[in-house]
């Protein structure tokens, strides 16, 4: 099938209208639905979920800052994205014991030898836990899939019920889909350190409360105002972590970023993602010319498959605070993630949504949730 066929954009996410753009896809009963909704419009989820309950096939989807379709933003409206599965979607409330639910998924796997299948993986942004359950994934599945997702949630990162399956809408959890289809991977994010290494003595989650056994914010802030020239304030970390977020080292690879959103009373940074205790950190910045160069290697990466595979989807998972970071210059981001996709763009134009903390395999190894950062996945057909 024409990968034109196995999707569908919105431009409003009305109930009716998502309804209609499922039945144009044809959809099988052995098919999920995939439906990336942006935030635009305050989208009534329940009545997407009632809406789409018509399906002849279970769906999952999430709430995302904005769709990202063919170079541009989109702000409102949904994409409606035919995923061939391996079993229903799963739907995870409990990180801190997630084995049994995830069990229920191994049956499906490829045998081995085969090529890996992919999962998908939509989290909620702000749920702490999640390293639990990433850790408890990896190890269930390993390396005999690929990995590709990122956390849904909303541009003021409020906490709010932003993932669904046709058991309704949720908070605090995640959605897992097992697909058939074949996953190239490219992870960038062009951030480089200036300050560190700096220890979490104390962290709690997606909480590091202290750096070098002081608040976390004193330390934070000390640095990051000696580069600017000035004094950093508790009230505006959201708007200065924009430029110069916290990376856990990862010895010969990229640092993973962490995004702190927020600071507490007590000195603490409110992270996207979870910060294991006694981790060591850096300061990061990056500038817009290094952000866009990784995102086109991240696209050439994921481009390297056999040029005969039959590609459905070119996917994006690329953060919300480097869309804040870039500003108008993120559509010259999305300029390169087409370049660097080479004639591959052309048959199958790049899309995906603007995350909060981005899910993904450096090609086959561990899973991570990333911040800041630019995953591309091509899918293929097997």
Known sequence: MPAAAWKHHCPQATAGAIARAAQRLDLRADDCLLALVAEGGDPDLEAIVAALSEAPCPFFGGLFPELLIAGARHREGALLLRVPSLAAPLAVADFDAPEAALASLAAVLPAAGEPPATLFVLVDGLAPGLSRLLEATYDEFGDRVRYWGGGAGTSDFAARPCLFTRAGVFQGGAVLCMSSLHASLGVRHGWHAFRGPLVATR???????????????????????????RTVTPDEVFEVTRSYPLGLQRQGREFVVRDPVATRESGALRCVGDVPQNAVLSILHGDPDSLIAAAEQAAREAARADPS????????????????FLGERFAAELEAITRGLGPLAQRCPPLGVATLGEISSRGDGYIELFNKTCVIATLHQP
């Open 203 to 229: 962290a709690q989650g997606n909480e590091v409360l202290q750096l070098n056994w002081r608040p976390a914010f004193s330390v934070y802030a000390e640095h990051v105002g000696e580069h600017l020239g």
């Open 309 to 324: 595979a039959d590609t459905c989807y070119c996917l994006i998972a690329d953060c919300i605070s480097r869309v804040f």
